[in-house]
């Protein structure tokens, strides 16, 4: 089977505390998304096409850095704060997705090893990244029955 995946990945640090996504990670997820809007569609499914098993899909990878505000000492987040914080940070990048018809089909948080910290001169440990957010928007290129998609979509 032949695998084409077209794809922009776009990287941004998040505060590690709830709230709305700043304007640089909004405007990165949606840089991301239009530059996917923006590809011939048709040269890419007739590129292929000349596979028998041919699958196309376009998608926008983001990864959301957790990043720990100062340089003062922080004790390592709970797991559920993460996943709190990640749903969260989803849940706001969803409708620029969905608004572009291509909704995000997969998500995770990886909370880093307790052992990647950083410890002061008096042992004091910090983590300053705690864990990292990741989101994939895609759609497929090329349907199940091998034939393209067109620009007109269905709302």
Known sequence: MKLTVLAEEQQVCVSTATGPLRAVTSRKWSNGIEALGAIDEASVVRAISTEEDGHGYLASILALVHEQPGRTPRRRPALEERWLRHADLIDQLVPVA?????PIVWHALWR???GMSWADADDR???RYPAVSFAIAARPIIDEAGIGRTKEREP
């Open 125 to 127: 440990r910090w983590m």
């Open 112 to 114: 880093l090893p307790s």
């Open 98 to 102: 969905e608004s572009n018809h291509l």
